[in-house]
Each structure stands twice: as structure tokens, then as C-alpha cells.
């Protein structure tokens, strides 16, 4: 095998070998294997992350407006939005602030384009409940009967909270909940959101209905985070408003309702020092070292083009890992431009 194919997995060859044994281990932030020790996040997507956000919260250096700003939101109680290009840091404030202020794991809301308002507060079942009183039945079981499936006093068992309604539960002290990337929603998200962040509650109408014939009015539901809590008259209520972060890639205007509702922060692009911190958080300081000239040149091309932070990560961790041959050809493949040339 010559060189330049060193390394190289998959050659192309047409015959079976056994070159995935080479494989290195995966990049931090793809380290799936991690969620059999890590703690168990929601949704999976939290675990393998952890260590990584936890080394950038630690590393993170925020400057003087920015930090101003930050505690703007935290002495008004407010939502802060932060938007700017991709890599600038906006997911990383967030659990910088968990970190410090010792808060817990943040709570985190991904939006996609169908997200809906319902899809933070909570999610009811109904049909695995239907399902449950149904099998139930022909064993002559009365739902009436409190332990009996699909019982009234077993309803929470059928709710689960949303991140942003696992945030809004009453507790001492405020959680921290990042809804990543508002800018890909709907149309109406946005404004749906107004009312939910000024009063700082919202209603379950499945929990209001039956609030009378529960035991102390409460029934006890499942969190985002995989813990249960009680709710108590179908309603949450958080006593310590959340310290949430809305972040956006600035692909879209918001209404100025939710403007004004929310402190601004605009981050500009991540110069030297930053994205340098970014990679050593991520893949330690040889490989945040050695790749020192690929940040250079990820800086030159940032200054014409939309190029993302993440794509920097996996140029130098080809280069750390893998040491691959064409190591300027292979970073100009993987740091595509994300906008079309003008």
C-alpha cells in the first residue's frame, strides 16, 4: 500500500479486508458508545456531547458585552436571543452559564420546521391509554378503579413534559434551557411563544379535567430529563424563571413582539483566539496546535464565505487522527462554502 493510501478504510478495491480495524476512535461529538456510561439525557443526543460542552463551558471567555448582556437576561428575568454565523458560539453560552452557576445539565429544545409550542410543554398519549384500558377490559378491570391501566389517578403515566415545560416547574433555582436554532420554525412558533415566556406558565387540559378526582389534586408526570415530577391542579407554574437562550443563524426577522420580550446579543464571527479554544475544548491542545494554520486559513475564507465552525473540527481531527496525505485538498473538501457564490 503506498502512502497516500495509508489512510485509507474503505479502498475501493473490490475485495473484503480488514481495514476497519484501523478505524480510530470517533471525535468527541460523535462518540455514540459514550451513552452507555454517560448519564442518560432525554433524547440520547445530550450524552455523547456532555464532556465536550462541559470543557467548552470551562474554557469559554466571553467578552465585556457579551457579558453584560448575559446578565441583563439574568437580572430581568428575560429570554435572551443570540444570534450570529455558525461557530460563533451561541450554543456554547448557554451551558458556559450552567457551568458556572452550577444549574444542572441545560435543557435543550432543537427546532426543526415543524416544530410546534406543543412539542416543548408536554405530549399526551392518549392512544397508548386507549390501548391500556382496552387490554385491561376483558380481564373484567374497571378504569374507574384506582392501579387499574389507563385509571384517571394513573394519568401522569400517559404525560411527558417538553424541554420548555420541564424548564417552567416550579423549583428554586432557574434551569437553563437552550431552544436551538429558532430561525428554522415555523412561521408561528415565534409568537406562540409570547405568552408561555411573559407569564412563565401554561395548563395541561388533560390533568385540568380530571384535577378534582386526583389524589391532593397532583399527578406525578415524566420530564424531558427522564425524571418525574408532580403537577398540581393541571397547571405548571415555574417560581424561578428559566434561564433561556434562543439561538438563531440570523436566517430570518423575528416579530417585535418576542423582541421586545427578549434581550438581544449579536456574536460576530469567532476570531483566532476563540476558534482555537474551540478546538482544544473539543480535541486537546496538540491537535488544537497543529491544526493552528488550518484556523488561519478557515479565518481567510470566513472573511468571503459562510463556513461553519464544526467543519474546522473535522478537517482537524483528520489531520490529528488519520494524518491523511492531501491534508490541504481534504481540508478545502470538508470546508465547503454553506452559501452560493455571488
Same mark, same amino acid.
Given at each position: ?8 478504510? =474503505?479502498? +475501493? ?13 470517533? !471525535? ?70 450552567? =457551568? ?64 420548555? +415545560? ?17 430561525? *428554522? ?42 425524571? *418525574? ?25 423575528? !416579530? ?16 483566532? *483566539? ?42 482537524? =481531527? ?25
Amino acid at each position: 500500500m503506498t502512502e497516500s493510501s495509508e489512510w485509507l478504510i =474503505y479502498r +475501493g478495491a473490490g475485495e473484503p479486508h480488514d481495514g476497519l480495524d484501523r478505524l480510530p476512535a470517533p !471525535p468527541p461529538w460523535r462518540d455514540f458508545a459514550s451513552r452507555d456510561t454517560a448519564g442518560a439525557g432525554a433524547d440520547g443526543s445530550e450524552d455523547r456531547r456532555l464532556g465536550a460542552h462541559r470543557h467548552l463551558a470551562e474554557l469559554h471567555r466571553p467578552g465585556a458585552e457579551e457579558l453584560e448582556m448575559i446578565n441583563a437576561a439574568l437580572y430581568l428575568r428575560r429570554p435572551l436571543l443570540v444570534t450570529g454565523s455558525p461557530g460563533a458560539g451561541k450554543s456554547t453560552l448557554a451551558h458556559s452559564v450552567a =457551568y458556572e452557576l452550577g444549574l444542572g445539565n441545560v435543557l435543550r429544545w432543537p427546532i426543526v420546521s415543524r416544530s410546534t409550542l406543543q412539542d416543548g410543554l408536554y405530549h399526551y398519549d392518549a392512544i397508548a391509554r386507549l390501548q391500556d384500558v382496552q387490554i385491561a377490559a376483558p380481564q373484567g378491570a374497571d378504569p374507574a378503579t384506582p392501579g387499574t391501566p389507563g385509571s384517571v389517578e394513573g394519568i401522569g403515566s400517559y404525560i411527558r413534559l417538553g424541554p420548555l +415545560g420541564t424548564a417552567l416547574l416550579p423549583s428554586d433555582r432557574p434551569r437553563v434551557l437552550l431552544i436551538d436554532e429558532l430561525d *428554522k420554525s415555523d412561521i408561528d412558533l415565534p409568537n406562540d411563544l409570547l405568552n408561555v415566556l411573559e407569564e412563565g406558565e401554561f395548563a395541561i387540559p388533560e390533568l385540568e379535567r380530571v384535577a378534582d378526582r386526583l389524589p391532593g389534586g397532583e399527578a406525578e408526570v415524566l420530564t424531558a430529563d427522564g425524571s *418525574k415530577a408532580r403537577v398540581r391542579d393541571g397547571r405548571v407554574r415555574c417560581r424561578a424563571f428559566p434561564f433561556v437562550v434562543l439561538t438563531s443563524n440570523g436566517e430570518r426577522d423575528f !416579530p417585535a413582539p418576542l423582541m421586545r420580550r427578549c434581550i438581544h446579543l449579536e456574536l460576530g464571527r469567532p476570531d483566532h *483566539k476563540r476558534l482555537a479554544t474551540f478546538v482544544r475544548a473539543h480535541l486537546g491542545d496538540e491537535a488544537a496546535r497543529a491544526g493552528d494554520d488550518l484556523i488561519t486559513h478557515f479565518l481567510e475564507r470566513s472573511r468571503s464565505e459562510l463556513v461553519a465552525a464544526d467543519q474546522l473540527l473535522n478537517a482537524i =481531527y483528520l489531520t490529528d487522527a488519520a494524518a491523511p496525505p492531501s491534508r490541504d485538498r481534504l481540508a478545502d473538501l470538508l470546508i465547503q462554502r454553506l452559501d452560493r457564490p455571488r
